[in-house]
């Protein structure tokens, strides 16, 4: 797997390298290097150089760029998904979906002339006007998941080259094949060479990104404990950061919900991509006589297929790794030894023939009797697991939801407009689904995680995309009518008089 640095693929010169495993099989199918410290800041320095010539470009040729470039991401997407469902074991529909989400994000940042419009008053004081520009900060990096390797590194460059910025990326070690697809299409669509560069690696790399001084923003998708260090870490050197981090998001079931709609929904939700999304639903709290839908939700959570991903009918496929598999099978247990009840239990996957045995595949767990001191309740466990919680009335649902520390996104399933404005008014999450599972909102809006699933500047792609990648220079201006002195003035200015 080459680096993309000042618009050229380069080889790595590096000793040290990482077995990219195909998710079905543990086969190894490539191998990423880990970028030697000189190629990194090959990388930066390309950004910086590109900077003023791209800054300087107009938004209107910026933007021709990305519609080029759009048109070149929709036209070649089955083959951005191909990498997606070899390396990271998404279904080819899942795999198409990630590419689609993403490609969206692009089609919005072609319209970020108007989104960088600034602000003007006229005549604040006798002659002097006053307004505002949003400009570009320079160079800024982004930091990517394995789980969506199309969609998340496009929630980041497009809206930062639209901006004016330029651009470091470092996807997952483990995916990064969708990326240098990506890159080939940039340099298709004509982009300016070093506006958009690509590392590989793991600590060392975000160590790079957080201390590197021509850096001036990073985008954070993934885990607490990394997106933490990241903020931390970048936030001291001077760094805006941005980072999306982990989730628990609960769904509430009242009691008048379509019922056939809402189990469909809870198990597309919780199941789909092995639960490898941080948008996810793995806990549902059923309130009163819903309660009595858990034996049917059950039953049509069997009837999916788990298996390689491009085989007919295969509704979810692996985990990401051996590790993740391992990790899962620990929370299940644990749920066992904390006094919860299997319902359906995936650990142990039936029909796999030959080397898909030795895949990393975990079937649809679903676990009832669930309390909030419990490890598989407390803990993000980015698989296919759904933890079931009761609630007496929608108040003890909003009291549950609330009490957990994570902020990302929520959903309610009910047919009652009023009790659906309760929930959306009192839950304390930054997204909020009726009747809708997974609730990220288009990139018109912007995603909002809340609480311990963000900590940063302002939020990802939307107006608060433009926010963090641009900054506000507010000019005030006088032009005097003659040339007629009117004495020093030593007291401080007061304009609005």
Known sequence: IPLFINGEFVQSKSKNFITINNPSTNKPIARVPLATEDEMTAAAEAARSAFRAWSDTSVSNRTRYLFAYRDLVSKHRNEIAEYITAEGGKTP??????????L????HACSTATLMMGETTESVGRNVDTYSYLQPLGVCAGVCPFNFPAMIPLWMYPVALACGNTFVLKPSERVPGASIKLAELAIEAG????????????????????????????????GNSAGEYIHHRGTKHGKRVQS??????????????????????????????????????????????????????????????????REPGVDFGPLISVESKQRVAKFIESGEKEGAQILLDGRKIEGLQGEYRNGNFVGPTIISEVTPDMTVYKEEIFGPVLCIMKAKDIN?????????????????????????????????AGQVGINLPIPVPLPFFSFTGSRKSFIGSTNFYGKEGIKFFTQIKTITSN???DDLSSGVRTAMPVLGQ
């Open 104 to 107: 969206e994000v692009v089609e």
């Open 191 to 222: 982009f300016p060479k070093g506006i958009f560069n690509i590392i590989h690696g793991t600590k060392d790399a975000v160590d790079f990104i957080c201390d590197h001084p021509a850096i001036r923003a990073i985008s954070f998708v993934g």
């Open 244 to 309: 999306n981090m982990s989730a628990k998001n609960h769904a509430t079931i009242l009691p008048d919900a379509q019922k056939d709609r809402t189990l469909d929904s809870l198990i597309g939700a919780a199941f789909g991509n092995s639960g490898q999304r941080c948008m996810a639903l793995p806990v549902a709290i059923f309130v009163g006589e819903s309660q009595k839908w858990i034996p049917d939700l059950v039953n049509k959570a069997k009837k999916l297929k788990v298996g390689p991903p």
């Open 396 to 428: 003890e649902a909003l009291e549950i939801t609330n009490n957990n520390p994570y902020g990302n996104g929520t959903a309610i399933f009910t047919q009652s407009g009023s009790a659906a404005r309760k929930f959306q008014k009192e839950v304390d």
């Open 93 to 102: 529909s899942d795999a198409a979906g990630d590419v689609f989400r993403g």
């Open 479 to 481: 032009w005097w009518e």
